[in-house]
């Protein structure tokens, strides 16, 4: 006797162990569902066995082969498309003609008396013999009513509890007539039981059915799956679970190595060439597969490892699936009901909640709370915020559900009846989504003060004006079309402070989120004059004095901006050439290539028309570039350092704000002017907390970024212009002239990769190395280690927040000397990171 064995299923529901494998290779103790399966067929006689394939059918093929190694004869038939249960059956027609064949799932675990059930097909002389079984929720299944005498009265698949008419299902293991291959139409999709039993019954044919007594479990979801592994693992099913059996109920291959003092409570399987640490713990229904690795202090009870997996010191496994070639690193946790794909890294201290899935090919970065599944997105992250606020690509990693979540986070940590002010670039992507923020803050009891789409510094003064409790806005990222930012703003119209971002991302990996009775529901407003109230303010607040007939080349970058300097420079006097000066919702950034051809566009226009100098301002109105009188592109740290020259020649007095991976040429126009450099940490509200302090004149933070102190202490684009002007109409010098008085800097910058577990120790290594030394050298720990030689000479060795590196500035007299001491540093961060 023939078998046909249906291996063409996806197992969707099955997802992401399913993601990059078909359903029959999944494995339950060790081995695929298929090979228990076959292995079931040779111990009934049946060697000869027809494969039936369809998604990702290759895979099957060069798993099992011709079937040598199991003692049996496998052919394949691959369906191009599905062609349902009784369609792939159909598809091999032509190798089952010659006698009675078996028909049987891949994909269900099943020790059913086939030997018996074929006995019973031919007492009753059926065409047709269905394999059925009671089970206590039959819904899920076909199911089926028979006579006293077995025959079958009537199907359904998959019905209501309405519809419930039997317990008993059909389980799709099939004894058949070769006749009844007449009854399916070739060439599309066909089911047994939706299409040629029904039809068969009316025409009166012979189907029967026989209720086996046998274990059967269709594994069609994870809960299922997790207990055919306990069924196995219990004796319910008798599988060859191989090895040989240490203690009742400890099942130990002969390859594998388990040290004497690891702790193992069976009912439990230890696979091939597994290694497992004293110290492990190894608790009841945990399935290790081949090659796993369990180091020290692990802990693992109902969870099931495939092969090839890495499980650290201390990581900690309950009730879950890890998929093969995963590394779980030291302290990591995984929660029931957890699902971790292929080859992820789940890095050190990182927490995966109960019924979390991973997809393959992810890596959730150390220490990082996931809640939610990890689908598209290229990573877990650490931390929900970085440098740019909420980072991610549209619709995949930054989705209108995750923007609910965080809204209503947010709203979570206001007071009910508080106001957020919440605007946008010009972009599709940001005006979608700033649709489910405005849903989720009025959702929180939180009103909303909807300024459409703003400039950012613009959000920003009317955050800090409204009385506001905060504000966000969403914009694309800079150089990134598919990505958006969420910029998450306080009471000021600063970047949200690192405390309450901790608080904000509490909230959000919880999901504990406060919701508003339906009398609570907030509103949604537009404010009016939102342009008037700035540009008024701003013209209040800035010396604009001597600009009258002033020529200037403004660039808009069909962002934001065009919609505020009409109205601003209308009133100042300025002769003004401008460009790009409309919204552009379909190229909401540039690319660096688009950008450098701006500029250079930009500068010829400078130099042909004489103007005394250009900008160009960020889609957002948030940072600008400047060209100076000669068409010539003025960097963004030279920049930094023209804008504070002309600031500290003309207050002569006072105090700026300034990162400390600032070039310290800075210091010395500062010490020139009689100003005094106060140094911050490199994260962006530190430098507007600064800005905000008593006697400051100034703050920027060499990325074309620059704080006007006397309007605002956030960085503003268009009020950095505004006082650009004034000070360039001012000053005797042009912008070259002042560039040119400015010594040149030398200042070298190197990033060296950084395992997070290994970040702590680089530092401690640092500090280490500078105690032990024999030179003279002062530390500064405003941000990172910064090391200052007697000559001047420093280098700044500083963790990056978001990223497994450590960046490394270095500043010496000349380049060569800047270059020795990032090498020698470097050297000491790479050791240390090992």
């Known amino acids: ?46 060697t000869e066995t027809v494969v039936t394939l369809q998604f990702l059918a290759a895979l099957v093929r ?5 079937g040598d190694e199991l003692g049996m004869s496998l052919q394949y038939a691959t369906e191009d498309i599905p062609l349902g249960t009784a369609g792939s ?56 009513i028979v006579d006293e005498t077995g025959r079958v009265q009537r199907f359904l698949e998959k019905p209501t509890w309405g519809q419930v008419f039997s317990d008993t299902v059909n389980t799709g293991v ?81 390859s594998a190595s388990v040290d004497p003092d690891a702790v193992l409570k069976g009912p439990l399987l230890v696979g091939d060439y597994a290694k497992v640490e004293a110290g492990a713990e190894l608790r009841e229904f945990t399935v290790l597969g081949n090659n796993a690795v369990v180091r020290e202090g692990a802990f693992l009870h109902r969870a099931v490892v495939h092969d090839n997996v890495y499980l650290g010191p201390g990581a900690h496994l309950r009730g879950c699936v890890i998929g093969k070639n995963t590394d779980v690193m030291s302290g990591a946790r995984i929660e029931e009901s957890a699902v971790i794909g292929d080859e992820c890294v ?26 939610t599944s990890v689908i598209w997105e290229s990573r877990g992250q650490r931390s929900l915020f970085g440098p740019r606020g909420v980072s991610g690509l549209v619709n995949v990693e930054i989705t209108p559900e995750l923007c609910v979540r965080l809204a209503s986070a947010y709203a979570t940590t206001l007071e009910k009846g508080a106001h957020v002010v919440t605007s946008r670039d010009s972009s599709l992507a940001a005006r979608a989504l700033k649709r489910a923020v405005i849903s989720a803050l009025t959702a929180g009891a939180i ?94 607040r800035i010396d604009m004095t001597g600009i009258d007939g002033m020529k200037v080349v403004v660039d808009c970058a069909g962002g934001t901006s065009s919609l505020v300097l009409p109205t601003l420079l209308g009133r100042v006097g300025v002769d003004v050439l401008t460009v790009n000066a409309r919204l552009d919702d379909t190229s909401p950034t540039e690319t660096l290539a688009e950008r450098r051809r701006d500029l250079q566009r930009l500068s010829e226009l400078v130099g042909s028309s004489r103007a005394a100098f250009g900008v160009r301002f960020d889609p957002v ?23 504070l020259d002309l600031v500290a020649a003309e207050r002569r007095g006072g105090r700026v704000a300034l990162p400390v991976t600032t070039t310290r040429v800075a210091e010395q ?72 008085r400015i010594p040149v800097a030398r200042l070298l910058k190197r990033t060296v990769p950084t395992r997070w577990a290994a970040k702590g120790a680089v530092m401690r290594s640092v500090i280490e190395v500078v105690e032990a030394g024999s030179e003279r050298h002062r530390v500064d720990t405003t941000d990172g280690v910064r090391v200052t030689g007697d000559d001047g000479s420093w280098v700044l060795i500083l963790p990056a927040a978001t990223e497994p590196v450590t960046d490394l500035w270095a500043e010496a007299q000349d380049v060569d000397t800047a270059q020795a001491l990032l090498e020698r540093w470097a050297r000491v961060v790479e050791r240390a990171a090992g």
């Not at 959730?364 to 809640?371: D, F, L, Q, T």
């Not at 005094?676 to 490199?682: A, E, K, N, S």
């Open 1 to 46: 006797m023939k078998a046909v064995v249906m291996a063409g299923g996806e197992g969707t529901r099955l997802r992401p162990m399913t993601a990059n494998q078909p359903k029959p290779l999944l494995p339950v103790a060790n081995r695929p569902i298929m090979e228990h399966v076959l292995r079931l067929l040779k111990r009934h006689g049946v």
């Open 62 to 66: 060069n798993y099992f082969g011709d």
């Open 89 to 144: 059956v159909k598809n091999a027609a032509d190798r089952l003609r010659e006698d009675t064949f078996l028909v049987i799932s891949g994909d269900a675990l099943t020790d059913i008396d086939l030997t018996d059930m074929v006995r019973f097909h031919r007492e009753t002389s059926a065409l047709v013999t269905v394999g059925l079984k009671r089970v206590p929720n039959p819904l899920e299944f076909g199911i089926i």
């Open 174 to 254: 099939y004894v058949m007539e070769p006749e009844v291959l007449d009854h399916v139409a070739a060439g599309g999709p066909v089911d047994w039981s939706a299409d040629v039993f029904p039809r068969l019954l009316d025409a009166g044919a012979p189907i029967y059915g026989y209720v086996a007594d046998g274990y059967w479990e269709d594994v069609g979801t994870h809960e299922s799956y997790l207990k055919a592994q306990a069924d196995a693992l219990s004796g319910r099913v008798r599988l060859d679970l191989g090895g040989f059996e240490l203690s009742p109920g400890v099942w130990v291959a002969e």
């Open 346 to 371: 789940i890095e050190p201290e990182a927490y995966i909640s109960s019924g979390v899935k991973v997809y393959p090919f992810k890596t959730i970065e150390a220490g990082a709370v996931v809640n």
């Open 447 to 540: 009103n909303v003060l909807d300024l459409e789409a703003a400039p950012l510094p613009v959000a920003r003064f009317h955050t800090s004006r409204e009385s506001a409790a905060g504000g966000i806005t969403l914009r694309t990222t800079a150089g990134d079309p598919q990505s958006v930012d969420i910029v998450i703003m306080d009471d000021r119209g600063a970047d949200l402070p690192a405390a309450a971002q901790r608080k904000l991302e509490r909230v959000f990996s919880r999901q504990e989120f406060r919701r508003a009775f339906p009398g609570e529901i907030a509103e949604l407003r537009y404010p009016a004059r939102v342009v008037e109230d700035y540009t008024h303010e701003l013209l209040r």
């Open 621 to 643: 109105g948030e940072r600008i570039a400047l060209v100076d009188e000669m068409g010539q592109l003025i960097g963004e740290e030279r920049a930094l350092l023209v804008v």
């Open 669 to 740: 126009v500062c010490r020139f002017h009689g100003v005094q450099v106060q140094w911050t940490p490199t994260a962006l509200d530190a430098l507007t907390s600064a800005a905000a302090g008593h006697d400051m004149i100034f703050a920027g933070d060499g990325r074309g970024g620059f704080v006007v102190p006397e309007f605002s202490p956030a960085v503003d684009g268009l009020a950095a212009f505004m006082r650009l002007l004034g000070l360039v109409a001012r000053t005797r010098l042009s912008l070259s002239q002042i560039d040119a």
